[in-house]
């Protein structure tokens, strides 16, 4: 039957290879729950051992039973928890895949690890990996894995494009939608633990009573899939559904409302994983309403989560409308000076880049300014930026770039990464957490491509050392085709993707030049907006002098907020590597490049060229045809022909605008004929 993408990456359809077949099927003769009667009745082990089951049979075509007991029976996987010597290197959510007494041994300190552990055998069975000397020891690298879901009351998601919000909040927390538990296998195969279910723009109606209780019910479905809920919450809730007149976070009727909230909401959710908050922020309130900071909001709210064991994102996605100031440093310039004053269970979620996920960005230089406070890691997985659901853009090396980046924070080596998951401050609490790009569409994410970001995402958030080809290789197989050259011939194309979109929308570093307030398609002639920092000649200053922003000591001096060696590398405008370039400097149109090519004829040769990939990714998509389904061939391919449509349009309407500043003519190789 044609394939309309719903099944993800989790397709276990049966392998072709029927040796292969054979030789997985000699291991898996039998699935047992190794026989301690806690064990039996944990509902995450049992998911384990069902999913491994459901994938198995799939795959092998036969049956795998379940069995209760292993009276010295092999050929088998047994799973198993524990915390004897074997599970010794693993933490809390780690597994241990190994062959004892010839049968697959899954280990886990906790039930989570063990499901965590049945997946990666499936993926290795999925992507034809040999289970005969197998040996896997894997545990995740950071502690709170999320989805943060944009989603409102009323079924619309913000930034989000495909289809509508996957929670029917009109039918729970009666009705069970079968697709919660779906959404659930797929990101437990990730390794995501938690979901924040809600937008940052938050509506204070997901605190009531009538809501909570539909938020429990997912969270009864999420549970045995170890995954916890969250919620976004509207600062000044007490007000609007509490009946206070403040919502001051130092008032002791605030506060108390939130303890009373709190207690209510682990009543219903007695593993709720806590608050994400956006205050002060784009018009939302917050503390700062009342004369007070952000700190004492945070630690509000993480006072009301004492009991428990919750926690708070705080998000540092703030910036105000100064003509004067650099949007760049408001972030840093807000938290830095709060370092160290986060009560304990507080973790500052902070945005990628120093902007808003553009298609590239600097890394945010509160990473590796804030030893003191734990930084979780916001990645936007939607493509807001990023041509929605319409283009192909594979993020992996996007994230990648980001968290491989080095803050020198603490001398050569101090990368992003290290910052995220603890190791360079030691932080008590690690997160990374990615923006949703899920929908009601059958398909969850509008392009089939786009699953490969939720896949890459949170394969990420597991381990951030796995390299961006080696993830699309394993998504590309386990969901379009096993075909070597035609993963490979995918692989490639996923991986060129990114740098494609940048060359033919911000080529060389711009940013911000897409359409007004939808944020697609190009509009980098946006001069007549409320704020002066949401004007795009604000982004990009073009003159007939140069373009770019000038963000060293002569300019915003953005680049001071960085270690002296990331200074060095971004602050010299005939060193400062290409792709960031303009973001740092303004630079002559006439000004001659590394490349050899002036400043105007390289922006042209990136438009240009752009484009033209656009193209060859359309023939690269077409050489595929043959072992892809028809069905996600046909939507991709479709979606390709909007793409290039749309690289021209972003080409020509931004070489003829900033045509008007260069006075220059396009580049010989690229006029068209006369
Ligand atoms: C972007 C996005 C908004 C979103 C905001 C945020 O500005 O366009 O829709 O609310 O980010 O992250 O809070």
């Not at 039996?40 to 069902?50: E, F, I, N, R, Y």
């Not at 009531?208 to 919620?231: D, H, M, S």
């Not at 996605?317 to 840093?332: M, N």
């Not at 960005?361 to 890691?377: C, I, N, V, Y």
Request: include cysteine; glycine fraction near 8%; proline fraction near 6%.
């Amino acid at each position: 039957r044609a394939d309309d993408g719903y099944r993800l990456w989790l397709k276990y359809d049966l392998l072709r290879d029927a040796g292969k077949r054979e030789a997985y099927a000699r291991s898996a003769q039998f699935i047992s729950i190794q026989n301690n009667s806690r064990a039996s009745s944990d509902p995450v082990l049992k998911t384990a051992a069902q999913e491994l089951q459901a994938g198995l049979q799939g795959l092998l075509g036969k049956p795998v039973p379940i069995i209760t007991s292993v009276p010295n029976k092999t050929g088998g996987i047994i799973l198993t928890t524990g915390t004897g010597a074997e599970s010794q290197s693993l933490n809390d959510e780690g597994y241990q895949i190994t062959r004892r007494q010839n049968n697959l041994v899954i280990t886990g300190k906790s039930s989570a690890g063990v499901l965590y552990g049945a997946f990666a055998l499936l993926r290795q069975v999925q992507t034809l990996q040999s289970l005969e000397g197998i040996a896997l020891t894997s545990s995740p690298k950071v502690r709170y894995r999320l989805l943060n879901h944009w989603d409102n009351v009323n079924g619309t998601i913000e930034r989000g494009y495909a289809g509508s919000s996957l929670w029917k909040w009109y039918e729970l927390p009666e009705r069970i939608d079968p697709r919660y538990r779906d959404y659930a296998r797929a990101n437990a195969s990730l390794g995501i633990n938690g979901t924040v279910v809600n937008n940052v723009n938050a509506s204070s109606r997901f605190l009531t009573g009538e809501y909570l209780e539909k938020v429990a019910a997912l969270a009864n479905v999420f549970r045995p899939y170890g995954i916890r809920v969250y919620l976004s919450v509207y600062f000044p809730a007490p007000k609007t559904i509490g009946g206070l007149n403040t919502a001051d976070p130092l008032d002791p009727q605030v506060r108390q409302w939130w303890a009373n909230k709190t207690k209510e909401i682990y009543a219903a959710i007695p593993d709720f994983g806590g608050f994400l908050v956006k205050a002060n922020s784009e018009g939302e309130p917050g503390p700062q309403d009342y004369g007070r900071t952000h700190v004492d909001g945070a630690n509000m709210l993480a006072e009301a989560l004492a009991p428990y064991d919750g926690v708070v994102m705080w998000r540092s996605f703030v910036y105000k409308a100064d003509p004067k100031g650099d949007r760049f440093k408001a972030a840093y310039e807000e938290f830095k000076p709060f370092d160290g004053q986060f009560n304990r269970k507080v973790i500052v979620q902070v945005k990628n880049g120093p902007i808003d996920f553009q298609s590239r960005e600097p890394f945010s230089p509160l990473f590796g300014a804030m030893p003191r406070t734990p930084l979780a890691m916001e990645f936007q997985i939607t493509q807001e930026y990023l041509g929605f659901a319409t283009h192909l853009v594979y993020e992996a090396p996007l994230f990648k770039e980001c968290l491989e980046s080095d803050t020198y924070a603490k001398g050569k080596g101090s990368t992003v990464a290290k910052v995220i998951d603890g190791s360079l401050h030691g932080y008590p609490i690690t997160a990374m957490a990615g923006v949703a790009n899920t929908g009601s569409d059958r398909n969850w994410t509008g392009h089939t491509m786009g699953q490969a970001n939720w896949y890459a995402f949170g394969r990420l958030a597991w381990d951030h050392t796995l390299s961006s080809e080696a993830i699309a290789r394993e998504w590309v197989n386990m969901t379009l085709t096993n075909e070597p050259a035609a993963v490979s011939q995918i692989t490639n194309l996923m991986l060129r993707s990114r740098e494609i979109y940048v060359d033919y929308t911000t080529p060389l570093g711009l940013h911000h030049i897409m359409g007004y307030g939808i944020h697609y398609g190009p509009e980098p002639w946006k001069a007549n907006a409320s704020r002066p920092d949401w004007n795009h000649t604000y982004y990009h200053r073009a003159d007939s002098i140069g373009v770019g922003f000038d963000r060293t000591a002569t300019g915003s001096n953005a680049l001071s907020l960085y270690a002296p060696d990331v200074q060095k590398l971004w602050g010299n405008a005939e060193t400062c590597p290409l792709p960031y370039l303009l973001w740092f400097h303004h630079v002559p149109w006439t000004k001659k490049l590394s490349t050899g090519r002036s400043l105007w004829d390289e922006l042209c040769t990136r438009y240009y060229t752009g484009v033209d990939s656009v193209a060859w990714m359309q023939r690269q998509w077409t050489q595929v045809k043959p072992v892809v389904d028809p069905e996600i061939y046909a939507d991709v391919a479709g979606r390709l022909a909007t793409q290039h449509k749309e690289a021209l349009w972003w080409r020509d309407a931004c070489v003829l605008y900033f045509q008007t500043f260069s006075r220059q003519p396009i580049p010989a190789p690229f006029k068209k004929p006369e």
